[in-house]
């Protein structure tokens, strides 16, 4: 096998520092660009963490449901609002094009999650295929990705519900505290207590959080079989027309809005060590929930923008739960729809916030950021401590910023996260040819490349105010990962210690260590 540090053979190795003696520093760009071996990864995921390990409970159907449930509630019950505006009728393509790039980014995903199925998801792939900080900047992309979603998805909750509340009771809360700055409010009270309900769920164990996903999925997806139902009934093929009224502008740029809902992708493949077997579990799960999403988006769209005029999308809120009310005359489909999407959306906020902690336990575990994310309690099974950071960093996110921002700026860390995973599948078949793989991409090369070349079409399409946000976000990666991240770095200190043994060097609790070892 080759090496999979990606040294040059032959390459002189480190001599090994005496114990006690601080690690000789590695020249910076060496620094930036050394490896995870993918056996590292293994033995860490062996390895009890700080504090205990996480545990392998969760099965191929809780899998897919927790790639459905973190996938389907954002592009539906909320994107198509703001996507239709800009794409017209047409939004039915953007949702194809948006899902040909991720079919073809989940193949990659599949290939790399049964080679490493870890936690950590993309940001592991990157370590382990194009080196440290390339791995870091993932992180660091996948924790915005994660955490906008998650308070995006939570701000269209709260539209929901008080659209069930004015319908069932007549009386919805005010819209100062219902609302973000910038969006009518002054603070959004539902968006930040649902994000604080689910972190307080996931505390209680991966097994509990699955299983109430599960019911919240199969709930969402009767909604929306509901709602095709009913919303053909009223589907008038004139609205069709003119079709594409911004041409292909308007398809990219709302493929580009629309993206960010294929995050579950990403999500299914942060559970890596609390699936059972992992290298048949992992791929299965991402392409099943692939198909289903890609299903339901493409229905739900057509019959959307077939029941109602593309105009009407502009400005409207819970616009799936208007459209049932104008096609049937009467106020319970409306009000059912509503009721469906405040239980469903809960799964999705669940997810995204169970797939951040799953990434900060993994960049924690390498030394990347604070111990405090890698912690895991005993008894629940969980990072406790991570989890409830995460929850009020997200509640607070979503409490104060406007929805469309926080859209676009998922769409770019998701696209990003995704163009990493393409581009370390080739780079991983190069540096690890015979690494047991559960899964193996059909057409590779090219199915790689075209997954990057679809990425890049996309990322082509987001407005250059996001790309200003995105650059200020990874400036602050960059300072962290140089102030902290490569001082810490367990591959600086000890490249094969499993995390979880204090007395390892660059274990937790170590006082030293020895210089990067290249086989």
């Known amino acids: 096998?080759?090496?999979?540090?990606?040294?040059?053979?032959?390459?002189?190795?480190?001599?090994?520092?005496?114990?006690?003696?601080?690690?000789?520093?590695?020249?910076?760009?060496?620094?930036?660009?050394?490896?995870?071996?993918?056996?590292?990864?293994?033995?860490?995921?062996?390895?009890?963490?700080?504090?205990?390990?996480?545990?392998?409970?969760?099965?191929?159907?809780?899998?897919?449901?927790?790639?459905?449930?973190?996938?389907?509630?954002?592009?539906?019950?909320?994107?198509?609002?703001?996507?239709?505006?800009?794409?017209?009728?047409?939004?039915?393509?953007?949702?194809?094009?948006?899902?040909?790039?991720?079919?073809?980014?989940?193949?990659?995903?599949?290939?790399?999650?049964?080679?490493?199925?870890?936690?950590?998801?993309?940001?592991?792939?990157?370590?382990?295929?194009?080196?440290?900080?390339?791995?870091?900047?993932?992180?660091?992309?996948?924790?915005?990705?994660?955490?906008?979603?998650?308070?995006?998805?939570?701000?269209?909750?709260?539209?929901?519900?008080?659209?069930?509340?004015?319908?069932?009771?007549?009386?919805?809360?005010?819209?100062?505290?219902?609302?973000?700055?910038?969006?009518?409010?002054?603070?959004?009270?539902?968006?930040?207590?649902?994000?604080?309900?689910?972190?307080?769920?996931?505390?209680?164990?991966?097994?509990?959080?699955?299983?109430?996903?599960?019911?919240?999925?199969?709930?969402?997806?009767?909604?929306?079989?509901?709602?095709?139902?009913?919303?053909?009934?009223?589907?008038?093929?004139?609205?069709?027309?003119?079709?594409?009224?911004?041409?292909?502008?308007?398809?990219?740029?709302?493929?580009?809005?629309?993206?960010?809902?294929?995050?579950?992708?990403?999500?299914?493949?942060?559970?890596?060590?609390?699936?059972?077997?992992?290298?048949?579990?992992?791929?299965?799960?991402i392409i099943l929930a692939l198909l289903v999403v890609t299903t339901v988006y493409v229905l739900v769209a057509l019959v959307g923008v077939g029941a109602q005029p593309w105009t009407a999308f502009a400005g409207q809120e819970a616009g799936l739960s208007a459209i049932l009310a104008r096609v049937t005359g009467a106020g319970w489909p409306g009000a059912l729809l509503s009721a469906g999407a405040v239980l469903s959306i809960v799964s999705v906020t669940l997810v995204v916030l169970y797939g951040q902690t799953r990434i900060l336990f993994s960049m924690s575990r390498d030394g990347m950021l604070p111990a405090v994310f890698h912690r895991v309690d005993r008894r629940t099974g969980t990072p406790v401590a991570g989890t409830l950071i995460v929850s009020g960093f997200v509640a607070l996110t979503a409490a104060v910023f406007p929805l469309d921002v926080l859209a676009d700026l998922t769409s770019l860390g998701t696209l990003l996260a995704f163009t990493v995973v393409s581009v370390g599948v080739i780079v991983l078949r190069r540096t690890a040819p015979d690494l047991d793989r559960g899964f193996r991409v059909p057409g590779y090369p090219v199915v790689p490349a075209l997954s990057v070349a679809f990425c890049g079409y996309l990322l082509y399409g987001l407005p250059p105010a996001t790309y200003l946000l995105f650059a200020g976000w990874l400036t602050a990666a960059l300072a962290v990962y140089l102030l902290y991240g490569r001082r810490h770095s367990r591959l600086r200190l000890h490249p094969s210690a499993p995390a979880g043994d204090p007395a390892a060097p660059g274990g937790p609790g170590a006082r030293g260590g020895r210089e990067e070892r290249r086989p």
């Not at 504090?51 to 973190?70: E, K, S, Y």
Request: proline share 7%; aromatic share 8%; charged share 10%.
């Open 1 to 285: 096998m080759r090496p999979e540090t990606g040294t040059t053979p032959g390459a002189p190795r480190p001599a090994a520092a005496a114990p006690g003696t601080p690690p000789t520093a590695l020249p910076l760009h060496r620094q930036l660009l050394r490896r995870k071996p993918v056996a590292a990864f293994l033995a860490d995921a062996a390895a009890p963490a700080e504090g205990g390990g996480l545990r392998r409970t969760v099965g191929t159907f809780q899998l897919t449901m927790i790639g459905i449930g973190a996938t389907i509630g954002t592009g539906i019950f909320f994107a198509l609002d703001a996507a239709v505006p800009e794409a017209g009728p047409a939004v039915t393509v953007s949702f194809v094009i948006a899902a040909v790039a991720a079919a073809l980014t989940a193949l990659c995903y599949a290939e790399l999650a049964s080679a490493v199925p870890v936690s950590g998801s993309a940001y592991s792939y990157a370590y382990a295929t194009l080196g440290e900080f390339a791995a870091c900047a993932v992180g660091w992309c996948l924790l915005l990705e994660y955490a906008v979603s998650g308070a995006a998805i939570a701000v269209s909750w709260g539209q929901y519900l008080n659209d069930l509340t004015r319908r069932l009771f007549g009386v919805q809360m005010p819209e100062a505290l219902s609302a973000p700055p910038g969006a009518g409010g002054y603070l959004n009270v539902p968006g930040a207590v649902l994000v604080l309900l689910c972190g307080l769920l996931l505390v209680r164990g991966a097994k509990e959080s699955a299983l109430v996903n599960t019911v919240m999925v199969l709930l969402k997806l009767a909604v929306l079989a509901i709602f095709v139902t009913l919303g053909l009934t009223g589907f008038d093929s004139a609205h069709l027309h003119p079709f594409a009224p911004m041409g292909m502008a308007g398809i990219g740029a709302a493929a580009s809005t629309v993206f960010f809902s294929f995050i579950g992708l990403d999500a299914v493949s942060t559970a890596g060590e609390e699936v059972r077997d992992p290298r048949r579990t992992l791929p299965r799960a």
